[in-house]
Nanobody, 126 residues
Framework: QVQLVESGGGLVQPGGSLRLSCAAS????????MGWYRQAPGKEREGVSC????????YYADSVKGRFTISRDTAKSTVYLQMNSLKPEDTGAYYC???????????????????WGQGTQVTVSS
């Protein structure tokens, strides 16, 4: 059974930074791509970033390129999202997800993520 648990969200001022963590249990971490999604109130869920195990490839939405960095620590079965230069429009619930199949390259369609965390809230406001 796969479980994903996010942490690290909070309230931050514009221009600030946060690092989200997603701890994964189960056996898929070494072989499955991991992604981060976010959803703001009244808006559709948006794919933010993805990290593949196939070639170490990464994907970033245009809205976060140059500001966010995804990484993974295999020894800790944890994927991170470092968020810098945060803007009010980055506010939302952030979700960690694991691909349902192994050896996929990013970006991955949302319906090919089979495991989701409970989410962590990020609020960027002065």
């Amino acid at each position: 059974q796969v479980q994903l648990v996010e942490s690290g969200g909070g309230l931050v001022q514009p221009g600030g930074s946060l690092r989200l963590s997603c701890a994964a249990s189960g056996s898929i971490f070494r072989s499955h791509a991991m992604g981060w999604y976010r959803q703001a109130p009244g808006k559709e869920r948006e794919g933010v970033s993805c990290n593949s195990t196939v070639d170490g490839g990464t994907y970033y939405a245009d809205s976060v390129k140059g500001r966010f960095t995804i990484s993974r620590d295999t020894a800790k079965s944890t994927v991170y999202l470092q968020m810098n230069s945060l803007k009010p429009e980055d506010t939302g619930a952030y979700y960690c997800a694991a691909a349902i199949w192994g050896m996929l390259r990013c970006p991955i369609p949302s319906d090919e993520y089979g495991y989701w965390g409970q989410g962590t809230q990020v609020t960027v406001s002065s």
